[in-house]
């Protein structure tokens, strides 16, 4: 399992290869330098697809921020 308190280049790269070793297909929207846009989607064997944001809303700029 893949755990983390902030989102880096390292973490990401973390992430794609517990999602590998859970046997999952994965693909990002290539937006590591920009966290709060950053975005898996996961697929199981069965098919079911996951949309997974692992930017917190902490880690979003206060100028990104829904208000």
């Known amino acids: 399992m893949a755990t983390f308190g902030h989102i880096t280049r390292e973490s990401c790269a973390q992430l794609g290869h517990a999602l590998t ?3 999952l297909a994965w693909a990002d ?6 966290p ?13 697809r996951w949309t997974v944001d ?3 809303t902490n880690q979003i700029a206060p100028s990104v921020a829904r208000r």
């Open 21 to 23: 070793a859970a046997g």
């Open 29 to 34: 929207n290539g937006n590591q330098d920009r």
């Open 36 to 48: 709060e846009l950053l975005t898996y989607t996961v697929t199981d064997p069965y098919g079911r």
């Open 54 to 56: 692992p930017a917190t």
